[in-house]
C-alpha cells in the first residue's frame, strides 16, 4: 500500500488526541524512521484545522470528514473524534479501502464494534485501536520480564486507576459531560485499558462481578470496580475512579504469580516498575530501562538514534503513541496484521459489556 513516497495518512479530530497523534507521526516522519506524509486533516472547527495545518505542515483541510476519507491520496485514516462518530466514519473509511487506525473505546457496545470488525474484515482493511497501554514501556518491560523468568502460574493482578473527572479538568471535552455522546463513563472510557492489559497478561476472563457508582451525578459513571475470573483460576480485579481531587492522574498495576511480583506505578514524576523473583532481591527498574524495552518491542536499534526520536520515546504524554503508530504503520507496509486490533477491542468490550450488565443486575456474568 502506499505511493513510492510512502504511506500518505489523513486524520480526522483534532483535538487532545488527534494533536497528540500528529505530533507522534511528525517525530516518526522527522526522526527517518518510517516513509510517511501526513497528507490531510480533518475537523468541523475551522480554527484548529488552521492551527494544525500550520503546525504541522499539511497541504490539504477538510471540514468534512467523508472527503478526506475519499481523498485518493490518503491511504491510511485516523479517526480521533468523539465516540458517537466512530461507526459511521469507521464504516466509511472501510468502504473506501483505507487502512484505518480509530481511537478507544470504538463503540459504545461490543455488538457495534462486533460490526466494525466484520466490516473492517469485509472490506479487508487492517485496523488499529488506541488501547494505548500496550505500548508502554514500563508494561512492555513487565511483559519481556514474564517471558524470561520463570515466574510461574499468575495468581492474582490488581489495577488501581485514579483522575479528576474529565469534563471538569479538561475544557476541550465537553462532550464527555452529555451521556449520549459517551455512551458511559470511567467503565467505557478508561477501565477498558484496564481490561485489555489484565487479559493480555493473564488471559481470557471467564466471568466478571462489577459494580458501578454515580457519586458526581454527571449522567454518566464515574466508578467502577471489577472482580474476574481467567480461564486458568487466576483473579484480578479493577478499581477505576474520577473524582474532584487536585492530585495527579494514578494507575498502579500489581501481577502476583507463584514464583514472584511484579508492581507498576504509573504517575507522573514517579514512574517505576519493582519486581521480586523468590529468593532473589527486590529489583527496581526506571524510564531509561524501560524504554530499551520499548525500543527491542519495535526492533528499533538504540545506537544513534535520533534525538528527534529519543525525547518523545522518553515523553509519557506521547511516546505511547509514537510506539504504537509505528508499529501499525510497519504492519500496514507490510501486510502484516496490526496488534492492538479491531478484534482485540471486541474481547475487551465484551468484558465491559458484561461488567454494565453485572452491575445492573448485581450478580456475576459468565462470559460465554
Ligand atoms: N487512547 C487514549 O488514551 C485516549 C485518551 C484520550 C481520548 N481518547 C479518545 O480519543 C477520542 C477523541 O478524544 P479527545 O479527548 O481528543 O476529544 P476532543 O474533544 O479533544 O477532540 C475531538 C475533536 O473531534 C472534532 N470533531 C468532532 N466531530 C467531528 C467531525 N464530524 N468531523 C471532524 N472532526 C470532528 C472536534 O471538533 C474536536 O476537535 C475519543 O474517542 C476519546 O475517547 C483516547
Not at 474529565?166 to 465537553?174: A, N
Not at 538514534?305 to 522518553?314: F, N, Q, T
Request: hydrophobic letters at 40%; aromatic letters at 8%; proline letters at 3%.
Amino acid at each position: 500500500m502506499g505511493s513510492e513516497a510512502g504511506l500518505r495518512l489523513g486524520l480526522i479530530g483534532i483535538g487532545k488526541s488527534g494533536w497528540t497523534h500528529l505530533a507522534a507521526l511528525k517525530s516518526l516522519k522527522d526522526a527517518g524512521l518510517l516513509n510517511i506524509e501526513i497528507n490531510a486533516v480533518s475537523d468541523i472547527d475551522k480554527t484548529k484545522l488552521k492551527k494544525a495545518a500550520k503546525e504541522f505542515n499539511v497541504l490539504t483541510v477538510y471540514e468534512d470528514h467523508l472527503e478526506l476519507i475519499n481523498d485518493e491520496t490518503i491511504d491510511v485514516v485516523y479517526i480521533c473524534t468523539p465516540i458517537s462518530k466512530h461507526t459511521e466514519m469507521v464504516k466509511d473509511a472501510a468502504r473506501a479501502n483505507k487502512a484505518i487506525y480509530c481511537d478507544k473505546p470504538l463503540a459504545h457496545s461490543c455488538p457495534q464494534v462486533r460490526e466494525l470488525n466484520a466490516v473492517a474484515i469485509d472490506s479487508s482493511v487492517q485496523t488499529s485501536v488506541g488501547l494505548m497501554l500496550r505500548y508502554d514501556p514500563f508494561l512492555l518491560y513487565a511483559k519481556r520480564l514474564v517471558e524470561k523468568h520463570n515466574f510461574g502460574k499468575p495468581l492474582l493482578a490488581h489495577i488501581h486507576d485514579d483522575q479528576q473527572f474529565p469534563l471538569d479538568k479538561m475544557d476541550y471535552t465537553q462532550w464527555r459531560g452529555d451521556s449520549a455522546v459517551p455512551g458511559g463513563g470511567i467503565l467505557l472510557h478508561q477501565s477498558i485499558q484496564d481490561i485489555d492489559v489484565i487479559s493480555w497478561f493473564f488471559g481470557d476472563i471467564v466471568n466478571v462481578y462489577a459494580q458501578v457508582g454515580f457519586y458526581g451525578d454527571r449522567g454518566v459513571e464515574d466508578q467502577a470496580s471489577l472482580i474476574m475470573q481467567h480461564e486458568d483460576g487466576a483473579t484480578s480485579t479493577i478499581d477505576s475512579l474520577w473524582h474532584w481531587l487536585d492530585r495527579p492522574d494514578e494507575r498502579k498495576i500489581e501481577f502476583f504469580f507463584e514464583n514472584g511480583f511484579i508492581g507498576i506505578a504509573l504517575e507522573s514524576g514517579n514512574t517505576h516498575l519493582d519486581y521480586h523473583l523468590k529468593g532473589e532481591d527486590q529489583v527496581r527498574v526506571h524510564s531509561e530501562n524501560a524504554e530499551e524495552a520499548l525500543l527491542e518491542h519495535l526492533h528499533i536499534s538504540s545506537n544513534n538514534l535520533a534525538l528527534s526520536v529519543r525525547k518523545p520515546l522518553s515523553d509519557a504524554a506521547i511516546n505511547k503513541h509514537l510506539a504504537l503508530s509505528y508499529s501499525f504503520l510497519k504492519a500496514v507496509m507490510s501486510g502484516e496484521t496490526p496488534s492492538p486490533n479491531f478484534l482485540e477491542a471486541v474481547s475487551a468490550h465484551r468484558i465491559v459489556d458484561a461488567a454494565y450488565e453485572s452491575s445492573n443486575k448485581k450478580a456475576p456474568i459468565d462470559i460465554l
